[in-house]
C-alpha cells in the first residue's frame, strides 16, 4: 500500500460545480499535512495547510480524518483558473527530529474546470 | 526576489555520463530537497540536508549524490547516468521544515 493515497481522476467538471478530493495516509503517526497545486509543467506550490478542526480559505475547505486517516480538499464555486494537479501531502516526521520535513506527496488529482 | 533557482532547465544525456544539476536558494532556508517527478508515480524524495554540512537519504536515493557545503547550495549529482533516471528533477527548500516547501522550476532530463 502506498503511504499517501489519491484518487487520480481525472475529474472534469463544469464552471460553478463544486468538487471534492480525498487522500488516504497509511502511517497514524503522522503529524502534518497539506495540499499543494501544480500546474502543468510547473514546480508544485503549497495551497493549504490541513489542521486537525478544519480550515478554510476563500472557496478552498480542507478537514483532516484522523480516526480514518484520510484528509479531503472541497473547491466550491469553480473556475477555469482552479484546472490543475492537486497533490496530497503528508509529514511522517516529528518537528525536531533528525529528518523532519521529509514529506510524502500523493500521486496527485488531476482537476479540469471547462466552461 | 530569484528564491530558488535551478540549472540547467532542461538536458539531454547519453547513458554512463556524469551530470550534475544545481540548485541555489536565496531565502537563508535550513533545509534542502531533491525530488524526481514521474508519471504515476508522484514526486519522490531523492536526498534531502536539514543543515548544511549534513545530508541524508530519502526514497530513491540510488544512482545519487548530494553535497551541502553551505546554506545556499545543494547540488545533484549523477555519477554514471541510466535511462531510468530519465525524469524531472525538483529542487525544493523550507525554513524549519515544518511543511511548506518551496519549490525550483524544475531540471527537465533525459538519458539517452
Known amino acids: 500500500r502506498k503511504e499517501v493515497e489519491q484518487d487520480p481522476g481525472p475529474f472534469n467538471v463544469p464552471e460553478g460545480a463544486t468538487v471534492a478530493f480525498n487522500c488516504t495516509y497509511s502511517n497514524s503517526a503522522s503529524q502534518s499535512f497539506f495540499w499543494y497545486r501544480q500546474d502543468c509543467r510547473k514546480e508544485p506550490k503549497l495551497l493549504m495547510s490541513v489542521y486537525s478542526s478544519g480550515n478554510e480559505d476563500g472557496r478552498f475547505t480542507a478537514q483532516l480524518n484522523r480516526a480514518s486517516q484520510y484528509i479531503s480538499l472541497l473547491i466550491r464555486d469553480s473556475k477555469l483558473s482552479d484546472s490543475a494537479t492537486y497533490l496530497c501531502v503528508v509529514n511522517m516526521e516529528r518537528a525536531g527530529g533528525t529528518s523532519y520535513g521529509k514529506l510524502t506527496f500523493g500521486q496527485g488529482t488531476i482537476l479540469t474546470v471547462h466552461p | 526576489t530569484a528564491g530558488i533557482t535551478q540549472a540547467p532547465t532542461s538536458q539531454i544525456l547519453a547513458a554512463g555520463r556524469s551530470m550534475t544539476l544545481r540548485c541555489t536558494q536565496d531565502?537563508?532556508?535550513?533545509?534542502m530537497y531533491w525530488y524526481r517527478q514521474d508519471l504515476g508515480l508522484g514526486l519522490r524524495l531523492i536526498h534531502y540536508s536539514n543543515t548544511a554540512g549534513t545530508t541524508g537519504k530519502g526514497e530513491v536515493p540510488d544512482g545519487y549524490s548530494v553535497s551541502r557545503a553551505n546554506t545556499d547550495d545543494f547540488p545533484l549529482t549523477l555519477a554514471s547516468a541510466v535511462p531510468s533516471q530519465t525524469s524531472v528533477y525538483f529542487c525544493?527548500?523550507?525554513?524549519?521544515?515544518?511543511?511548506?516547501?518551496?519549490f525550483g522550476e524544475g531540471s527537465r532530463l533525459t538519458v539517452l
Open positions: 525544493a527548500s523550507s525554513y524549519s521544515g515544518t511543511g511548506e516547501l518551496f
Open positions: 531565502m537563508r532556508h535550513n533545509a
